[in-house]
């Protein structure tokens, strides 16, 4: 198989060095009133100890990213897919179900890492050297810093590590997707370990992820307040899964996609996810009925894949939880979960290539890429996804897809648990969030932001100020925000301003619409309503305007 081009050598012990700004700058003595400053508009006071912050101390962090998954694939936001270990998680704390990432897999990794828009935040494929990320944050304020999975932010040649970025420790892919048998660019810290996968005929990257999640957890010092973010690379293409976890779903897709979208749907009222009156969107252009559908056994067997590597990711994540209650941190450990974008359509080509393919398997056989209805997917020789069809399931009840703006390409459940933090368990968050809210949300219940009411001048000029809010309020109470949301990457392009929407596809016309009545965006109002339209635009440019010169800022 193809390597990555292989890094300098380092032990795992060896610590991360600041990065860009931190590294040319003496600014880490500062960084504590400068991060609180850039994300609350309020002051912390270097000297004093962050603990004092709250009785409980500073809380652990876990924060866990599925990758190319639909707004309704999981159980407790209305799927049949089994993931009890996050209906748990769910049940005993709050489901936002008004949530926003970005509509590609990179961008919403530096959105949720920087607080920042990717249009800012991104750069070359790696993270602006003038953004703070997360990990950076919680290391200068004494957090041990840890991240298992995909990092996806490693720059065109794969130069910038998570250890780059404020991790201690690190264990994963560097790029976008991989064999989950033999995947590509693996590494523990900067060290290429791609040989540990092929000498080993049972690896399964899902299970190495966690495996490697609770060995840091476990390993951790009891002394410090851990961050840990775990970034799975289920359920993204390939279709990679067991054969005894495919099994389980053996003929359970059987009535195909048109059924199973209702069949979701009919669930999501039912858990008061979406209204009792809420219908769904057409079925996409692209899909045919699956009464039409000519190869209804593949087609069946694709679905049975996707659904077993999600329920893989679900059982590592209760091996996690395990090992922090093992640890004692699992009372006073705030959980966040979240996906990156929603499901990907992308039917996978026989001709495509890239360094995340492999030449051969581990034992020497040929690959079989490409959706070929002759091949059934799911073991190492294969490479394929599981296309428009199902993705159009995944995203029930919404439209489009990943790389789009429309809201099946960047709604995705969000789900918060934290059994000292979070009261009245079990609600529903409707408020409008975003993933550059993870990182002010983070600072507010670590008590890194106490004085309210300081303006932001003691911020570095240097340092590009975050776009997120705190959702902090949620965990106790009514959670109020009036947002505008601005996205555009890919094939889409969108602002949402309170209940109004603008959205387009790249090198269409803009499309408006009142999401308050029209969450599904099925009725166009551009024509009907211009002065709104031409209002918004406005607001979309000048936005676009901002960050761009924001990520110029010498």
């Known amino acids: 198989m193809q390597t990555a081009t292989q890094p300098t050598q380092l032990s795992p012990t060896d610590s991360a060095q600041p990065h860009g700004l931190w590294q040319t700058q003496t600014l880490w003595p500062s960084l504590l009133t400068a991060i609180a400053c850039l994300f609350s508009g309020s002051t912390l006071s270097a000297t004093e100890p962050l603990e004092k912050s709250s009785k409980r101390g500073r809380p652990n962090l876990v924060i866990i990213m599925s990758d190319d998954m639909g707004y309704s694939d999981l159980g407790c936001f ?3 897919i089994r993931t009890p270990h996050l209906d748990q998680l769910a049940g005993a704390g709050l489901r936002f179900t008004n949530f926003y990432s970005e509509n590609m897999c990179w961008v919403s990794r530096a959105a949720m890492l920087t607080g ?4 800012t935040s991104m750069v070359n494929g790696a993270l602006h050297e003038r953004c703070i990320t997360l990990p950076e944050t919680l290391k200068v304020a004494g957090y041990q810093t840890l991240m298992s999975g995909k990092w996806h932010l490693a720059g065109k040649s794969y130069q910038i590590y998570p250890n780059d970025r404020g991790f201690d420790d690190f264990y994963g892919i560097l790029g976008g997707a991989a064999s989950f048998y033999a995947p590509a660019n693996l590494c523990r810290n900067r060290q290429n370990v791609e040989q540990e996968a092929l000498d080993d005929p049972d690896y399964y990257i899902t299970d190495a992820i966690s495996t490697e999640a609770t060995r840091m957890i476990r390993d951790a010092s009891q002394q410090a307040p851990m961050f840990l973010y775990v970034a799975y690379t289920a359920a993204h293409w390939p279709l990679h899964a067991k054969p005894s976890d495919v099994e389980a779903y053996r003929g359970q897709y059987a009535a195909g996609w048109d059924s199973l979208r209702q069949q ?7 858990l008061v996810i979406v209204p009792g009156d809420r219908e769904l969107s057409p079925r996409h252009p692209q899909v045919p009925s699956w009464e039409s559908e000519s190869n209804k056994k593949w087609q069946q067997r694709r679905m049975e894949v996707y659904a077993a590597q999600v329920t893989a990711m679900d059982r590592g994540i209760g091996q996690i939880m395990a090992a922090l209650k093992e640890t004692g941190r699992w009372d006073n450990t705030l959980v966040l979960f979240t996906i990156d974008n929603g499901g990907c359509h992308v039917e996978y080509a026989p001709n495509r290539s890239g360094d995340y393919l492999p030449k051969t ?10 959706n070929l209805p002759e091949i059934m997917p799911g073991p190492e020789d294969t490479y394929q996804s599981y296309g428009y069809g199902w993705a159009n399931a995944s995203n029930t009840p919404f439209r489009m897809f990943k790389q789009f703006d429309h809201e099946g390409g960047i709604r995705t459940p969000m789900i918060a648990h934290w059994p000292e933090g979070i009261k009245n368990t079990g609600r529903l968050v409707p408020t409008v969030s975003h993933l550059v809210d993870i990182m002010p949300t983070v600072l507010e219940v670590t008590g890194m932001a106490t004085e309210e009411g300081q303006d932001k001048a003691s911020a570095p000029d240097s340092v590009i100020p975050a776009d997120g809010q705190s959702l902090a309020a949620a ?7 009036n947002r505008t949301l601005f996205f555009n990457h890919a094939r889409g392009s969108a602002l949402r301003h309170g209940n109004w929407k603008i959205v387009k596809e790249r090198n269409k016309k803009w499309e408006l619409y009142d999401l308050q009545v029209d969450p599904l965006e099925m009725n166009n109002l551009a024509k009907d309503r211009p002065q709104k339209l031409t209002e918004l635009e406005a607001i979309w440019n000048a936005e676009s305007k901002r960050l761009n010169r924001q990520a110029k800022i010498e």
């Open 361 to 370: 398997t581990r034992d020497g056989r040929p690959m079989q890429p490409g």
């Open 264 to 270: 979701r749907l009919t669930k999501m009222k039912t």
């Open 116 to 119: 920042v828009y990717h249009k």
């Open 78 to 80: 209305g799927g049949e």
């Open 475 to 481: 965990f106790s109470g009514p959670l109020d925000l």
